[in-house]
């Protein structure tokens, strides 16, 4: 990975790489607390810049050299001295401005945008593996709270029973703030998990996912807690559909603009496509959301080795909402669907 790495920057005009958002600090590292990292590349060196906290943990988990200093004040200065007399290419969507222009004092800086991306998109077999087990526990979680959810709980006390489930199953952590969004609250895309009592009677999105060695997972499901009326089951059939014919139709060089039109014409048959606020679908990987998108507004071929959920949704403000999401890695000729929780209405 490093040496296709310093090919790419080499087309940069730079001879060193300063990498500083986490994410990226972790790909290309393996540090688990990339935070606290700083990774540096020339054509000679490879180095995790990190400090005396974690000289065990980064031995034990980054095949980079390491370089400890202080990373609260001394790492700035430390780049200055290990990338003298050289031109530095610097993350410009994460280094922040204090930061540039203290580099630029005494550096030529080659911004760069994206610099990993190409590289991350197209998931490796052990980023596969990491991103199918954290699914594989977002599934167990998901039928583990259909045994504990119930008329009465707060909705928050639904998310940290999944948190707990998933934390004691090997997550490390949850993979973002959890949706448990009931009632009115389902007609909240994000309705992070409140403090309002479930009803008899409510819809109820989770949305959630488990996190395993800086992988994510991502699913939603949503339940009905006994009868709901007719036009919430109408809705919840609509955005089953347009789910079910959007993850038929993924695929190797679809394109993912194609894929969001598909659920979006079918909500609109059923006269909820005014109701589906946000895009189709996203990557997943060291984020939660990252490339490839599935937008109305941009095209983007999907190749083998990207990851996408498929999330269609509708949402009548005040009133009820429904969403449902799996997650997807495209193959050379299909795609294997990472997510196997049962999609058909849940009435508890
Ligand atoms: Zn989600
Ligand atoms: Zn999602």
Redesign the pocket.
Known sequence: MIDLVREKLAKTGADALLITQPANVRYLSGFGTPEDGRVFVTEDQALLITDGRYIAQAKEQSSLEQDIVAMGSQWPARVLELAKGKTLAVEADHLTHAQFDLFAKDLKLVPVESFLTEFRLIKQPHEIQLISEAAKLTDEAFSHILNVIKVGMKEVEVALELERFMRTGGADSV??PI?VASGYRSSMPHGTASGKVIEAGDLVTL???AKIQGYHS???RTLAMGTISEDEEKMYAAVLEAQETALAAIGPEKDGREIDRIARDILGEHDLDQYFSHSLGHGVGMM?HEEPWLRSNMSYILKAGMTA?I?PGAYIPGKYGV?I?D?LVITSTTKHVLSSSDKSLIRL
Do not use: H, K, P
């Open positions: 993979a973002f949706t949305d959630f996912g991502d699913m939603t939660i959920t999330e969403r999401e997650l």
